[in-house]
């Protein structure tokens, strides 16, 4: 039974922020100038708008395949970084983004406690 909730648990949280990250990233290649004045705004330099952008569609391919546990961990800390360092930004702007980006880091911390129990627990007997 923990496994059915446990697996739920996953694709409705990885479902989500695959949702999120992707929302973002065609924000970042079509509303460019505006994310521009919105990284401006917050502090972060702008030329990293494009580089995340293309990341998070690659961190969003490493947690879908698992091809390689390395990157996959790195796809959930870049995550993990993008989504806190947002929650920041928009609590010092006082813009209300924050909420969204609070969103993210749950969806993060569930998505990636539930891969591990899923897909790479040791077995405690052997």
Do not use: C
Request: net charge neutral; hydrophobic share 55%.
């Amino acid at each position: 039974m923990m496994n059915k909730t446990t697996r739920i648990s996953y694709y409705v949280a990885t479902g989500l922020l695959t949702l999120l990250m992707l929302f973002s990233a065609q924000m970042y290649f079509f509303k460019t100038e505006m994310v521009r004045g919105f990284f401006d705004s917050l502090g972060y330099p702008s030329y990293l708008v494009y580089p995340l952008a293309i990341a998070k569609i690659l961190g969003l391919i490493a947690i879908w395949t698992r091809k390689s546990r390395t990157l996959l961990e790195w796809a959930y800390a870049g995550f993990f970084f993008d989504t806190v360092l947002a929650a920041a930004a928009h609590l010092q702007a006082e813009d209300g983004g924050h909420v969204m980006a609070m969103g993210g880091v749950v969806l993060v911390i569930v998505s990636y406690v539930a891969a591990q129990k899923l897909f790479y627990q040791v077995d405690s007997d052997a």
